[in-house]
């Protein structure tokens, strides 16, 4: 039976892990112990749902529609004047929800933020490039990876990622080595789809050899001149292979269990 | 009267006299490989200091030329991204007749350690290339090895690019 | 009009025929002096620019992906690929990130030389910077010195790590290797070199340059606010005014326990940045010098010690029956760290390198984020270069400093 693998997330998994393995957590320490934290977050008042220090750095969770709110205050009465990171996390599969994070900073007092909420799938989160202008490229590259429409944002396009590009490589989904858009885009760019044959698929297996490539490949035990057809019949060789050692991994996916 | 037997417009008739413009035209284009800058990303740092102090690629005759019309070898330093991949073929066929092209680095060779969505898995599935260059990143020394070994490879060509069996390669 | 397909696409440099009667100018995206894989669109009226947009995502290679779908010692080798000027700043945040969510620290020594090492690569990273933005200005000799100074400290790096360019040499809770014998000597005859250079060659070429000066001076300017608002910072935000070093003010290692000082300039242009630069090349020599008898004065102890998370010397792991398992099961599980997340930034060459780790309690980080300063300096371009004429966009390019291995990942 061919193996289950869960399709909502396709990161790569531990091959074991003990059955009473519980993760321990990153302690989190009390707001009020640090004075300027407490200040901030009377300054915030209702706008906080949950907060606490997390290795030296204060963690406010909010709502995400009062989100350009609270960066309103952070900014004017707690002298956050940076914005140095803006992204997401994918909790789709377990949640249904993203969780994006801003990372606030504040010079004078040498502190920094990190102001998180979370939205549903589907949902828009509203742009703070008004008061930050480094989220203009943060949030366009967080639409691009994950797919987040950003509202009231200035330019909303992708940025890393071509314009013709089809899916959101960071959400959980999205395999390493992409889908089948991915693996022929610049084939199809290119030369167009007819030429696919012609070119072949990637080759994603790096350890991959050809028997009778003898262009990339040298032999073991004889000699075959460099570009030489060897496919219809080899010469007698000193050394003897094993045929079910060489195994096509490309094509086939369950030959390893056949090795066994 | 005996007519000159030997007629040197025919198709087998130029052994001699050929030899000698190929060894002639090889000569001048081996030794004077203008390559053009193609750095993409970590090896392309290392292309340049092959031109730099230490490793001093003028000597060769090799000058870095920034754009395609002048160029003779693309060395394609650096990861290639799907996104970039149809400008690097653009670039290539700007290149003039005859032209050759060096992958410089795991990642231009096979893809290297990048097996993500975003690379391209070999630049010989867009162009076709004449050395292959491991490493990453390659040191100078390496890309002055591969320069030296094309040189070898053009002197053993025909001048005729139509000649040589890299012609069939080619993909388009 | 020609008409595109896909071999002989559209010729899409000069686009004349447009009602406003501006010019549309495509930058790259292979440049020469675009720094890597940057691509401009530029507006143009006449010689100014009015319009730029950065078009980046050219050397996107998905490493944010690879971080999901790796453990956390083997990701770090891709971190060289960032910022592939000054690979050990980039191992260091890295380790730092992760040895933060651990909670583990490392060894004095290891502390160190990972100083050491952080500041030879500013060094690189910085006569790489004057190479290059000269370069792009038009001085192709300092390329040529900058270059020569450049190979000693390679080969430094090279002494110690075995690697030129991707020194992956830094490990999570420490540093592989101790110092070769006589490395000491040679890094400070180093910094006696570059002190040399600095002063005769590059400051006497460039400083008081005629060329140069007109070129640089009033060029890319940046108010302290637009600069802490477009996320700037290293020498792109100290360069307008703010005194804002993170080794200074969140020092991490033992910046807090070294006498430097942080070189602010208050013109805002590039001329100030390039002298900002050349001073904290001064200053990173300091530094190393500082750093030596620290050295001298340290424990032999190279990696932290903490079994569950990091494998034991190897003396160890070849005569204990006990630290062989564990380094069995740290090879092939990898580490476990707690849950949490975590972000810890960190003073590279180009401005603030951080690292944001969620992690879920396995061997692989469920999300990692990399905030790399070029990033955000690509975005400023957009503000930076409007008003500007299309001679300066080069220096200006230049003077952001940008590498793009980090600004795409």
Known sequence: ??????????????????????????????????????????????????????????????????????????????????????????????????????????????????????????????????????????????????????????????????????????????????????????????????????????????????????????????????????????????????????????????TLDERR | MAQHQVNYASAAGLPIALTSVDKLVNWGRSNSLWPLTYGLACCAIEMMASGGARYDFDRMGTIFRASPRQADVMILAGTLSKKHAEFARRLYDQMTEPKWVISMGSCANTGGMFNTYATVQGVDRIIPVDIYLPGCAPRPETLQYALMMLQKKIRRESANMNNNTKQNLRLV | MQQPNKLTPFFENLNFERDDNTMVINFGPQHPSAHGQLRLVLELDGEQVVKAYPDIGYLHRGIEKMAENMTYNEFLPTTDRLDYIASTSNNYAYALAVEKLLGIEAPRRAQVIRTMLLEINRVISHLFFI?????DVGAMSVFLYAFREREFAMDLMEDYCGARLTHSSVRIGGVPLDLPNEWINKMIAFCDKVDYEVEHTYNALLQENRIWKMRLEDVGVISAEDALSWGCTGPMLRGSGVNWDIRKEEPYELYGELDFDIPTSDRCDSYGRYRLYMEEMNQSTRILRQLVPMYKESEPQLMAHAPQYISAPKEEIMTQNYALMQHFVLVTQGMRPPKGEVYVPTESPKGELGFYIKSEGEPYAYRLKCRAPSFFHTGLLQKLLVGTYIADVVTIIGTTNIVFGEVDR
């Open chain 1, 1 to 254: 039976m061919r193996k289950y693998v869960p399709k909502d997330n396709v990161q790569g998994k531990s091959y074991y892990t003990d059955r009473y393995w519980v993760a321990p957590r990153v302690p989190r320490m009390e707001v009020e112990a640090d004075s300027h934290f407490a200040d901030v977050l009377k300054a915030l008042g209702k706008l906080s749902k949950e907060s606490y220090v997390e290795i030296g750095q204060l963690v406010v969770h909010i709502d995400a529609t009062t989100n350009v709110e609270v960066m309103t205050v952070l900014k004017e009465t707690c002298g956050y004047t940076q914005c140095s990171e803006q992204s997401a996390v994918d909790y789709l599969a377990k949640d249904g929800e993203f969780e994006l994070f801003y990372q606030l900073l504040n010079i004078t007092e040498a502190k920094r933020v990190r102001v998180v909420c979370r939205i549903k799938k589907g949902e828009a989160i509203e742009s703070i490039t008004s008061l930050y202008h480094s989220a203009n490229f943060a949030e366009r590259e967080m639409f691009d990876m994950f797919g987040i429409k950003v509202n009231n944002h200035p330019f909303l396009k992708r940025i890393l990622m071509p314009d013709d590009w089809e899916g959101h490589p960071l959400l959980k989904t999205y395999p390493m080595i992409g889908d089948e858009f991915a693996s022929w885009y610049e084939v199809d760019k290119i030369f167009g789809k007819e030429y696919r044959d012609v070119i072949g698929p990637e080759n994603r297996d790096p350890a991959r050899i050809d028997r009778y490539d003898t262009k990339r490949f040298s032999r073991v035990g004889y000699e075959v001149p460099f570009d030489a057809d060897i496919s219809d019949g080899e010469k007698e060789q000193a050394i003897e292979y094993s045929e079910t050692l060489l195994v096509d991994y490309t094509t086939s996916s369950k």
């Open chain 3, 131 to 135: 190479a290059t933005h000269a370069l």
